[in-house]
């Protein structure tokens, strides 16, 4: 096994070693659950639509799941000391890297599959409630996989460049709540290319298409654009302090 999947396995297990994931689990599914049923008015719309599950879920992403998920990647091992130790080994930076990322992103995407139980419980079994149009469907998901990389990659980023989990945890928080809902804020800008540029970078209105069924190769660039700059970013912060 390579050294970037020995850390990525070790990272992975280290969640569910601790309370950590069965807390995150739980209070998402509970959280999302109140968000589509009741304060989202699932029963008002009278369709055959998930669409609110696409709505909100990115906001438990940026508002809760990555930003608890990642807070610990980097800072609790520089806090701890184990990352001067892991440095030393006979193991690249990019394997570290990779390999925390991948053991958190791991733990965000089943979270994040998981949610596909509400629309087979609702429009399978056992309560099926009508036919579901399944390109939606895909699509939402396909963005809610892209969105989770990027995100997942913003937030070791982060984690990596501090000691603190809290302090990873709220700028996480701020950052990825930010990138959400900058997109609304554009809409009260009278300076056109200013607009533009906020509409750009804006999670929101990149993931509108894919609730809608549309899968854009611009967004997924852009998402897989973004993923992969974080991470070099994050690769440069734990080379300079190999060197610090």
């Known amino acids: 096994m390579s050294p970037m999947m020995t850390i990525a396995k070790r990272e992975f297990r280290s969640y569910f070693d601790s309370p950590l994931a069965y807390v995150v689990i739980c209070l998402t599914f509970l959280l999302l659950g109140l968000a589509v049923f009741w304060v989202g008015g699932f029963w008002k719309v009278d369709r055959a639509s998930v669409h609110l599950l696409f709505q909100y879920m990115p906001v438990a992403l940026a508002m809760l799941i990555v930003p608890v998920v990642t807070m610990r990647s980097m800072a609790e091992e520089k806090r701890s000391g184990t990352l001067e130790m892991l440095i030393t080994l006979p193991v690249k930076d990019s394997d570290v890297i990779l390999g925390k990322y991948f053991g958190a992103l791991g733990l965000v995407l089943i979270l994040v599959l998981a949610t596909a139980l509400y629309p087979l419980a609702m429009f399978w079994a056992p309560w099926n409630l009508g036919p579901l149009d399944m390109g939606p469907v895909f699509s939402g998901y396909v963005g809610l996989v892209l969105f989770s990389c990027t995100a997942v990659a ?78 070099v970013m994050a690769f440069r912060a734990l080379e300079r302090r190999r060197w610090v």
């Open 154 to 231: 913003i937030g070791l980023l982060i984690s990596s460049l501090t000691d603190s989990q809290a302090v990873a945890f709220f700028i996480t928080f701020f950052v990825l709540v930010v990138l959400w809902f900058i997109g609304s804020a554009a809409e009260h800008v009278d300076k056109e290319w200013l607009a533009n540029a906020l509409m750009y970078v804006s999670f929101q209105s990149r993931l509108d298409g894919f609730s809608r069924g549309l899968i854009d190769t611009r967004d997924v660039i852009f998402f897989l654009s973004a993923m992969v700059l974080a991470l």
